[in-house]
């Protein structure tokens, strides 16, 4: 009996310890998701309609798991494993398994790190940044859910672009002249060779290298190229190649409670794409720079902010990796814009209605809330947009042919009872577009977020914001262009219980005026077929709802939305969209 | 601070380096506004020029064909008379590629946009659209030469098109012109050849449908292989539908196989000369067909008649040739696929075309074939094809006819 009861002792220590080990090797991570949504489209544009569909729903349940092996200290896999199963697929017929994502990390030597497969990756605003094309600061906690949920869906993590490839980066510190030098080189695969249509393999690849003076002083030089690799598919039509190579600097310094900062960055663009049947080859090269000061105020309390800076980014400055488009904007081809280039978009919620006659333009609703709106790829022809969202930076800090002043304020208080901040550009072009005459720009945009219970010292949290972002852009001559647009953003959160919150929310956009969408070909130079596209319109959604928050990032939530539409340039197309939208997130 | 200073200057030294190709004047073509005096001097008509005849016309073809006649005669060589007159028989009809065009003028120079647009019930189809632009005082056919390209689609025989003639600035004039398209494409036979683009059916085109009778034991996946109209075809009104499931896991589902084949001009040819091309559709995924586009595939190529022994007799898959490549549909929509002949491998059926001679011998052509694959197998697939065409020295370029 007594060795029966060691041995089983015995067996007990060797199983806890095992299991101990287990969780130094592996841990898990993963996200689950419910979303349930319902849809109603009304109004005078499907008064008398029998044909479109007028009524929807759907939804799915999604669990992403994240199993993360660390077999020593220099190496880390982990995989994230989905298993989806959309409404209407029930009992497994709907469901899909996929690897969502791949990764290896390690270091090499304990000097240099690294990653191997999914990777995220950004640089400069002018060289690899995923830019946010659409301001919404300060916008509703039931707007941001949604916008969470397409950003995750497609790997929108802060300014990064997804990408597969490799990445390795290593720090080295000094004794003297400099404290830090850091080193980071990157390669990455944009596009797969399709020998069928013979589209080659396109690379993406580059570096940083960065210097680190002092704490008053950096320097650091980039690249990023973007090129096709021939040989990769038979007959290759075409070859594209551009290199981007800047430089950009820091300079801080303190004085009693004033902190002034300096800054810069400037470089070159070198393209060249070759149409070998054609026999035609186009080559061209800019530059740009951008360049300011800013002082920090600190007293006790709060801190204040002031920047000002002025750029000019060349007409032909070309950076795919920092001028794609996040968004996909989709000019519908109707009797105001029969030039546009596209057919009309079926990722749309309701995407034709009036008896199937008319196409429903993408709206603010829209982009916040369809994943399938959005581009994961770089791309090396400039996109079409829509100008009412953003005129001024359609293509980011690195929107080519822009020169002009920036200026920018911020106030944060340290308790957090109030934070605000206010940005100006006035903005013109280097070069007239189909016309010796310039566009200039006029855009503000700002807001604030006021945590009154902090101010009222209340213990459940109540929070106030506002946001306005206002364009004006201008041409004058026998091409005119006139465009006014106003993105206007409200929000409440009361919590009435603990973790239990009332949230209201409004979202407008009003747009009118004129503006010529340029259309690119593939070698990315601008086609005779302008645009001339006319509007006035006024997308306005308001939403109510509620949210439960199990801890910082679980929660349940129920909202419903209703989105009005009013085209004054085309009658006949108004209509509302109500949505009732049902969300449970647990992340762990 | 002297270290500061110095790399400060050889900041500005390398900026003074950057070079701008284009620094003074616009960027893309000119915007011509047309100025409040601006006149439309003539009504917008399609024309039509075939070598050394001009007309204007409702009805526009894309390709003429030269015929060429001769007094008819007995066996005993006197002529024959209808009415006195004498009978005529066509000996020679050669097609040619026709030119359509536009004619219009204006009393001053103008930016215009001339927009074509397939017509359908009332209704513009902007899947097939072709936008011709330009700046000048007149449309003719120095400017607006047309050969039935769409946006990387095809206009096809019996589409009633609209053409749309708009002003980028200073004028809200729209002026339009409808026609209706009689006789299709024209392809030199040096260039292309068209083996079927389904408008006619099947039969015409000694073309036929198959599915495995092993998947047809159970339901509720029907197969269908077959004329599709449910789709939009980039070009003509149908396409060509391949689906089913892999119900018994053998990866295959079904196909099509099309006999008629200008072998003639094809055996001139070196098979690292010849392409494969048609346009292929992709489901998008949430389709109501519940198609898996992860494990849609479609096996195209050749078959080849190469065996001595059969000569005069059907296809044999046990002793001769099919040649094909593997396309996985992983796109939603069209797309134009053109795969080289000399890149096709031999199929890895043994007893379905895998154990012929080997070699690649265009001359022999028998028949295209496409046949639909499930892979993973047992899943849900499906595919449409359309316009498949042949074509020597480059892949086909519907923007290049």
Not at chain 1, 244 to 261: H, M, Q, R, S, W
Not at chain 2, 71 to 88: H, Q, R, V, W, Y
């Amino acid at each position: 009996m007594k060795i029966t009861k060691l041995l089983a002792i015995s067996i007990g220590l060797v199983a806890s310890s095992t299991a101990y080990s287990q969780s130094d090797l592996v841990n898990f991570s993963g996200l689950g998701r419910v979303n349930v949504e319902n849809d109603k489209i009304t109004g005078e544009g499907v008064d008398n309609d029998t044909t479109s569909i007028k009524r929807a729903t759907g939804g799915y349940t999604l669990f992403d798991l994240g199993i993360n092996v660390n077999p020593s200290e220099l190496l880390k896999a982990s995989v994230i494993l989905r298993a989806k199963n959309t409404f209407g697929g029930f009992y497994g017929d709907g469901a899909s398994l996929q690897i969502r994502q791949f990764r290896i990390e390690g270091a090499v030597g304990k000097i240099v790190k690294y990653q191997v497969g999914d990777i995220d990756l950004g640089l400069t605003p002018y060289t690899l940044h995923n830019f946010e094309e659409v301001y919404h600061d300060y916008e509703s906690d039931l707007f941001k859910i949604r916008r969470d949920i397409v950003s995750y869906e497609n790997f929108n993590f802060g300014s990064k672009w997804r990408l597969q490839g490799l990445d390795a980066k290593t720090t080295l510190k000094f004794a003297r002249f400099i404290d830090k030098l850091k080193l980071n080189a990157f390669g990455t695969r944009v596009k797969q060779a399709n020998f069928s249509t013979n589209e080659p393999d396109r690379l993406l690849y580059g570096g940083r290298i960065h210097v680190i003076q002092s704490k008053y002083f950096e320097i650091a030089g980039n690249l990023t190229g973007l090129s096709d690799v021939a040989g990769t598919a038979r007959d290759s039509v075409f070859q594209y190649d551009n290199l981007v190579a800047t430089t950009d600097l820091k300079g801080n310094y303190e004085v009693g409670k004033f902190e002034i900062k300096a800054f810069a960055e400037l470089g070159s663009s070198n393209y060249s794409f070759k149409n070998i049947k054609k026999k035609k080859e186009y080559i061209y090269d800019d530059y740009f720079y951008d360049g300011g000061l800013g002082v920090v105020y600190k007293p006790s309390t709060f801190t204040v902010g002031l920047e000002g800076s002025y750029r000019e980014v060349g007409a032909q400055f070309s950076s795919p990796a920092a001028q794609t488009r996040r968004i996909n904007d989709v000019v519908i081809i109707n009797d105001a814009n029969p030039l546009a280039n596209t057919v009309n978009d079926k990722n749309l919620l309701f995407s034709s209605y009036n008896n199937l006659t008319q196409a429903r333009e993408q709206t603010l609703f829209d982009r916040y809330t369809n994943t399938g709106l959005y581009n994961q790829s770089i791309r090396p022809v400039l996109g079409t947009f829509l100008p009412e969202y953003n005129n001024l930076t359609p293509y980011g800090t690195a929107t080519p042919n822009r020169k002009g002043l920036t200026v920018k304020v911020n106030v944060k208080e340290k308790e957090k009872v109030v934070v605000a901040d206010f940005a100006t550009e006035m903005l013109t072009e280097v070069l007239g577009e189909g016309t010796k005459e310039l566009r200039t720009f006029m855009g503000m945009r700002g807001g604030f977020l006021l945590n009154i219970n902090k101010l009222v010292k209340f213990k459940k949290s109540i929070v106030l914001s506002a946001g306005y972002r206002g364009e004006q852009t201008k041409r004058s001559g026998d091409a005119s262009v006139d465009l006014k647009s106003t993105i206007i953003d409200a929000g409440i959160t009361v919590e009435v219980l603990k973790g239990f919150d009332l949230i209201g929310g409004y979202k407008s956009i009003t747009a009118s005026g004129n503006e010529f969408i340029a259309n690119r070909n593939q070698d990315n130079g601008l086609t005779f077929a302008y645009l001339n596209r006319s509007i006035d319109k006024n997308e306005g959604v308001v939403t109510g709802g509620f949210r439960y928050r199990f801890n910082n990032k679980t929660f349940f939530t129920v909202n419903y939305q209703k989105l009005a539409y009013r085209n004054e340039k085309i009658k006949g197309i108004n209509y509302n969209i109500d949505q009732l939208f049902f969300n449970y997130t647990l992340v762990f | 601070m002297k270290n500061i200073f110095l790399v400060f200057i050889s900041f500005l030294l390398l900026f003074s380096s950057c070079k701008r190709t284009v620094k003074e004047g616009i960027v893309g073509p000119e915007i011509k506004t047309a100025s409040s005096s601006f006149l439309v001097l003539d009504t917008l008509k399609a024309n039509y020029f075939d070598g050394y005849k001009k007309a204007s016309s409702d009805t526009i073809s894309l390709r003429y064909i030269e015929e060429i006649y001769q007094p008819d005669s007995t066996e005993e060589g006197e002529a024959i008379l209808i009415n006195g007159m004498p009978k005529l028989k066509l000996v020679k009809s050669t097609p040619y590629k026709r030119s359509t065009f536009w004619k219009v003028k204006f009393n001053e120079e103008v930016s215009w946009n001339l927009t074509l647009t397939k017509f359908v019930n009332g209704q513009k189809d902007n899947s097939i659209r072709k936008i011709i632009s330009g700046t000048s005082s007149y449309l003719d056919s120095t400017n607006t030469s047309w050969n039935g390209n769409g946006n990387s689609t095809l206009f096809a025989a019996s589409d009633n098109i609209i053409a749309e003639l708009s002003f980028v600035n200073g004028s809200t004039i729209i002026l339009r012109d409808t026609l209706y398209i009689a006789k299709g494409q024209f392809f030199e036979p040096t260039q292309a050849s068209l083996v079927i683009d389904f408008e006619s059916g099947l039969a015409s085109n000694s073309a036929y449908e198959y599915t495995d009778k092993k998947d047809l034991t159970k339901i509720p996946i029907a197969p269908r292989f077959g004329i599709d109209h449910d789709v939009l075809a980039p070009q003509g009104a149908n396409s060509f539908i391949l689906y089913g499931k892999d119900y018994n896991g053998d990866y295959f589902c079904g196909g099509v196989n099309i006999q008629k084949m200008d072998t003639e001009t094809m055996k001139n040819y070196n098979p690292r000369d010849i392409y494969l091309n048609m346009y292929i559709y992709g489901y998008p995924s949430n389709n109501s067909l519940e198609i898996s586009s992860k494990a849609t595939k479609l096996n195209i190529g050749f078959s080849e008649k190469d065996n001595p022994l059969n000569q005069g007799k059907d296809f044999d898959p046990l002793t001769e040739d099919t040649f094909e490549k593997q396309i996985s549909v992983d796109w939603v929509g069209w797309k134009l696929i053109s795969v080289r002949y000399a890149d096709l491998v031999p199929s890895g059926s043994k007893t379905s075309g895998g154990s012929g001679n080997g070699r690649f011998e265009p001359g022999k052509v028998y028949s295209v074939n496409c046949n639909l694959i499930s892979s993973p197998n047992g899943s849900v697939v499906g595919a449409n094809i359309d316009y498949v065409i042949i074509t020597y020295g480059q892949p086909f370029d519907a923007n290049n006819l």
